[in-house]
């Protein structure tokens, strides 16, 4: 067991926000059959969301182009998910929320705690929805006063996941650590485009969105670094991870735990596989623990 | 993979409602039952089951699809795919029932072909609501047996595609494959967990895709979690028990919407 903002995980895998989280079903699928220590449900905001357009999602060589814009049931309609997702699961269910502004979030924290979720993730990060997402999650002062409304409605732990669209992401973890966050998530996706070269049209619907998957782990390894050297709290690390060797080195730049999403596109059990991978890295290197290896990169100078 | 360049070389008015659209492209790697994402520029991305390796067969029933319908010949869309998984490959010598109602026979008038260049006894039966709905009637034909059922009685037996199933020996078929309205897919789906051939069935799904690719989920079925995009669309019978099947879907936003 290993214990994450005082959440018991199995092992350090989690599934990301937006990924086979629509459905109590699917979320089941990935902690059971995929073998996920936690997982993170798709984002849900205050009303039904139907999101962009398609193509909302593209396979490049280099990762994943994705523009969904926020499809969601809504909190209300999402309870009797999140209840499924608890009762069947047999791992922590983490509620990924988000709202236009504070009274937002708080409504949406507030009408999925009938379904007891075990901690919620804010998305103050996605870098497509206007009004949503990292149009908040920019400015380290609404990202205070977000986390701090949420913290206020629930006693549960809130992580905050965070966008690398800014100059500065530790400004926006301080921020975030400020208004109470539990933990910080990063990161979310790198804005991007497609052209179709044929038509000239952007491939996505929306035109543009955030890239995933090989092509931002880079990105992401120096995120969860400076933040791991900023912070108090622990971060989670996120962004291209598809191999038990991208989570130790996400770990190694700081990481408490790893979260995996693109990489469902190859095979879902793809959390056992690194869980596994994690474990016989541990025994080959002695060490005991994987807080061994958490950070190492900071004290190899 | 980035959607790839198709140019419109012919349409077919298969019917009032029905075009089927010939491409200047073969996917010929498509199992029959695989689905491709048809991209309208500018308007929005749509699931089309593959008629043939380089056609796609399209009722009018949306945005997306009266768009398509204004393209013409010479005209292009963007294509993905073939994406999902198919129909099980039929071998010689096997007994394969076809069931296809509405617009759901053009997944399966390929599979139908594919049977019988195999050497396998293909039966199929065919509804639509009339005589002039009927899609694929001489491909059918041409694999096998063929029994039409229409809806108003304008050709072949008036009634339902169950109308004609429930009077058939289903333990005598090696494969069952079944595509069309989610309401006749129910109805089918009791016929045959009654006479106990769930195994030996198999179902192509409609739901609302996002991603089209496994990712996103939007088009995961209960109780099951499968994504219908990346597991099915094709799913054995046996997967589909205790499903959501003949009962809800869920809408782009993931609501839940009664069939």
């Known amino acids: 067991m290993y214990t994450l903002t005082g959440l018991e995980l199995k092992n350090p895998t989690i599934l990301a926000a937006g990924v086979l989280g629509t459905t109590g079903a699917s979320l089941c699928r990935v902690a059971r059959e995929g073998g996920a220590g936690a997982v993170v449900t798709k984002s849900i905001g205050p009303e039904p969301k139907y999101g962009h357009p398609n193509p909302s999602m593209v396979q490049l060589d280099c990762g994943f182009l994705n523009a969904m814009g926020l499809p969601n049931p809504s909190y209300a309609e999402f309870v009797q998910e999140l209840e499924i997702a608890k009762k069947d699961s047999g791992v922590p269910v983490i509620a990924s929320i988000f709202g236009g502004n504070s009274e937002e979030f708080a409504e949406v924290a507030q009408g999925l705690l009938p379904g007891r979720p075990d901690a919620f993730e804010l998305n103050l990060s996605c870098p497509h929805a206007e009004g949503y997402g990292a149009a908040i999650g920019s400015n380290p002062c609404l990202v205070e006063t977000v986390t701090a409304a949420v913290k206020e409605v629930t006693d549960l732990p809130v992580w905050v996941k965070l966008t690398p669209n800014v100059a500065d992401i530790t400004a926006i973890g301080k921020a975030a650590q400020a208004g109470g966050a539990d933990a910080v998530v990063a990161i979310n996706t790198v804005k991007g485009m497609a052209i179709d070269i044929e038509s000239g049209y952007p491939v996505l619907g929306n035109r543009s969105g955030g890239l995933s998957g090989a092509a931002v782990k880079p990105v992401a390894v120096k995120c969860v670094y400076d933040l791991y050297a900023a912070l108090e709290i622990p971060v989670v690390g996120v962004g291209g991870v598809s191999s038990w060797e991208d989570a130790v080195e996400m770990m190694m730049a700081g990481a ?40 190492l990169a900071h004290e190899a100078i | ?61 949306g945005e997306a699809t009266a768009k398509l319908f204004e393209l013409k010949e010479g005209d292009s869309f963007g294509l993905r795919g073939p994406l999902g998984k198919g129909f099980s490959s039929p071998a010689a010598g096997e007994n ?57 009685g304008s050709k072949g037996t008036k009634g339902f595609v169950t109308d004609v199933l429930k009077k058939l020996d289903v333990s005598s078929y090696d494969n069952i494959a079944v595509c069309g309205p989610e309401v006749m897919m129910g109805f089918i789906f009791k016929i045959l967990q009654e006479n106990e051939v769930l195994d030996k069935s198999e179902f192509s799904l409609h739901r609302y895709f996002k991603c089209g690719i496994g990712v996103c989920g939007a088009c995961c079925i209960d109780r099951s979690g499968l994504r219908v995009c990346k597991d099915g669309p094709v799913f054995s019978g046996v997967q589909l028990v205790d499903s ?16």
């Open chain 2, 96 to 152: 394969i029932l076809v069931i296809a109602g509405g617009v759901g026979a053009a997944p399966l008038a390929p599979y139908a072909e594919a049977a019988s260049a195999a050497g396998a006894k293909v039966h199929t039966i065919l509804g639509a609501r009339s005589g002039g709905d009927l899609l694929f009637e001489e491909r059918f034909a041409a694999a096998g047996a063929l029994d039409i059922t229409t809806d108003d």
């Open chain 2, 1 to 61: 993979m980035l959607p790839l360049n198709a140019t419109i070389e012919k349409i077919i008015e298969e019917s009032p409602f029905i075009r089927t659209f010939v491409f200047d492209h073969r996917f010929e790697e498509m199992e029959p039952g695989q689905f491709v994402m048809v991209w309208v520029r500018g308007v929005d991305e749509v699931p089309m089951g593959l008629s043939r390796k380089n056609s796609i067969t399209v009722q009018n029933v």
């Open chain 1, 256 to 295: 408490a735990a790893v979260q995996v999403g693109s990489a469902v596109y190859n095979r879902t059990d793809v959390f056992s596989e690194i869980s596994s991978g994690i474990e016989t890295f541990l025994q080959r290197k002695g060490y005991s623990d994987v807080r061994d290896f958490i950070g």
């Open chain 2, 244 to 259: 959501e099947l003949g009962k809800y879907a869920r809408d782009a936003s993931g609501r839940r919407v009664k069939i």
